[in-house]
């Protein structure tokens, strides 16, 4: 009897399971309308200025990778091209093959070739200060990023730290404690926190990624100058 009346047709059943298919309904309609934007900007005021040092952070690594690339290109050839022009003295030859391919490995080699003649010990120290000068245009910029790595998280903390603070006022203030105030003004607030953590890892990633390639160009470029080095010196020993 008992089965028959719920397989019978019921209002009172028909209503409650027509509220529940509409609640769930309307849960799936509000979170789809809650967009990743609007997520993020309820982590409050501190939102605003990580996002604008997210920006600059993407816009530095952009410029400082096409630079950096650019500068610490290689021509596998261009030693190989010196020794054979300065083996036969031909100097200006030499000096056109640095300038063959603009790159900072280029401009250090030609600064020691271009005052061959003078003693080797001067030309090693022209070209060890031409090297400082290109690796210091190289890290031009870098300094932005391990900022923005340190500082980033800071901000995040501090936007979670005032999001707290003005909870627990509310809650002193208005005497209303439940785990669903506590809990919906908190998840908002760690937005900052995790925020900030995105960017000073994305600061940080970049700020070592282009030091490692600084290291690799500096010990490249060191090797080519111990070895032009030893071109220019070979007729000396010979004479």
Known sequence: MFLNFLLQDNPVTDTIANTAVDAAGATVAVTEKVSYLDFVLKGG????PLILLLFFCIYVIIERYLSIKKQT?????????????????????????CTRQPSASGNILRSGIAIIGRPISEIESVMDKTAEVEI??????????????????????????SGVIKIFHTISATGNLNIQTI???????????????????????????????????????????????NIIHEPQNGN
């Open 73 to 97: 290109k290689q021509d596998v050839m261009m030693i190989n091209d010196i020794r054979m022009n300065l083996k036969v003295g031909k100097i200006d030859n030499a000096l056109m093959v």
């Open 136 to 161: 210091a245009q190289m890290e031009k910029g870098l300094g932005y990023l391990g900022l923005i790595s340190g500082i980033a998280p800071i901000l995040g903390f501090i936007g979670t730290i």
């Open 45 to 48: 005021i501190m939102i605003y």
């Open 183 to 229: 809990s919906g003004g908190l998840y908002e607030k760690m937005i900052s926190s995790g925020a900030g953590l995105v960017v000073g890892v994305v600061a940080y990633a970049g700020y070592h990624l282009f030091n490692m390639m600084i290291d690799n160009f500096t010990l490249k470029v060191q090797k080519q100058t111990l070895e032009v080095i």
